[in-house]
């Protein structure tokens, strides 16, 4: 069966050229054939030359492409991109580590699997498509995983009803493809998390923050936490690992703070140490009479659309400027932004201005990402969707 041949528009190439993994729909001249959801498809530029081949989906990326050579996607193509991924995550010393068993294993494009992601979570592996025709080879990815992986691997659950297309023409359950695990207790540089794939957010846990988790928990030592947004309680467990003299955790979702709570007990700290509100953060902030000298605020994603991007960077600015004026003197913000249409560019503007209507005095200590089991390939700076800063304020 031929595959449809995909057109571009004279100078829509560049892009394609620069290995640029996305076509967008307004790029495409015209079309031989008639794909399907999911379809493989052929693109060339309008003289005929072969680019790449990727996946079909209608929408605003009409192409997400996974090669930039003529090939035929055979069962063996798949395994050896999964197994690419594998290795790139043992040479940084994850596959192996004995205080860590929790990772991203696939990373979309970072990983040149555009639409996947797979998170490992202690011997389970979570599959999440983002595009129809990932979804569609979710077995074979099930079964490439447990040849890579053998006996350390007891549970593979697909988890792409709430990331795919709502409307698409056909149901998507979520469904165990090997074992029936719901949950499993990991490990995240010695400390303890209870992961629910099946009832998470997500895959079950935010493994993007592992790095600055982290660091948190070395300034955390002596000083009174602010945790804002706090779902699973990453940042309140290191915080409290690390000496932190009073760790407050809030979220808006009592089944949120539900985790976190629990996650508190299972590394054996108590409510002398720890309290959990469930309340909106903003709320908590305008109206909190606690003065934390270390807050973090850690967001979801306040735009996942360029239509809504100003909404989102006011809220951003809101939110940062009422922290600014609340922090203690000499008190640390971690602040961070997960919207891939907020650039990093936008978002450090967004906390100057923000930092301008405080009117307080602020130092940048750092500026931070997401970490290595999340690469960006270096043609696709769309991948760096997680940014942060960690600011000192006098």
Not at 178 to 204: H, I, M, Y
Not at 289 to 314: G, M, T
Not at 337 to 351: A, K, P
Request: hydrophobic share 40%; net charge positive; with cysteine.
């Amino acid at each position: 069966m031929s595959r449809t041949k995909i057109i571009l528009k004279s100078g829509k190439d560049d892009a394609v050229l620069r290995q640029h993994p996305w076509v967008f729909s307004g790029a495409i001249k015209k079309m031989h054939g008639d794909p399907q959801e999911g379809d493989i498809v052929d693109v060339y530029n309008n003289k005929d030359r072969f680019l790449a081949c990727g996946h079909w989906q209608n929408g605003s990326i009409a192409v997400r492409i996974f090669s930039f050579q003529a090939v035929e996607p055979d069962y063996d193509f798949w395994k050896l991109r999964l197994l690419q991924a594998y290795t790139m995550r043992k040479a940084i010393g994850l596959v192996d580590s004995k205080t860590t068993n929790v990772y991203r294993l696939v990373f979309a494009e970072g990983d040149s699997l555009p639409g996947l992601v797979i998170d490992f979570y202690n011997g389970a592996a979570v599959i999440q498509a983002h595009s129809i025709g990932m979804y569609l080879l979710r077995k074979d990815f099930a079964n490439a995983l447990k040849e890579i992986y053998g006996d350390k691997l007891h549970t593979v659950y697909s988890k792409s009803k709430e990331s795919l297309p709502k409307n698409l023409t056909f149901e998507v359950e979520n469904e165990f493809l090997l074992g029936d695990k719901e949950k499993t207790v990991v490990l995240e540089n010695g400390n303890e998390f209870e992961v629910n794939w099946v009832n998470g957010q997500k895959t079950g846990f935010f493994i993007d923050q592992r790095f600055n988790r982290e660091l948190v928990g070395k300034y955390s030592k002596g000083r009174k936490v602010l945790n804002t947004y706090c779902y699973t309680g990453g940042f309140s467990i290191y915080a409290l690992k690390e000496g932190a003299a009073l760790v407050h955790s809030v979220d808006s979702s009592a089944k949120a703070i539900d985790l976190t709570d629990n996650n508190v007990a299972l590394n054996q700290f108590t409510s002398v140490q720890h309290q959990s509100f469930s309340i909106d953060t903003m709320s908590y902030l305008q109206s909190m009479e606690e003065s934390y000298d270390l807050i973090i605020l850690d967001p979801p994603a306040f735009a996942k659309h360029r239509d809504v991007r100003h909404k989102a960077v006011q809220g951003y600015k809101r939110l940062n400027a009422i922290a600014f004026k609340k922090i203690a003197p000499g008190g640390i913000l971690f602040t961070f932004s997960c919207s891939q249409v907020v650039d990093r560019r936008l978002f450090e503007s967004t906390i100057f201005a923000a930092a301008i209507q405080s009117g307080r005095k602020i130092k940048i200590l750092h500026h931070l990402s997401q970490p290595a089991d999340h690469p960006a390939s270096i043609y696709h700076p769309e991948g760096q969707y997680l940014k942060g800063l960690v600011l000192y304020v006098e």
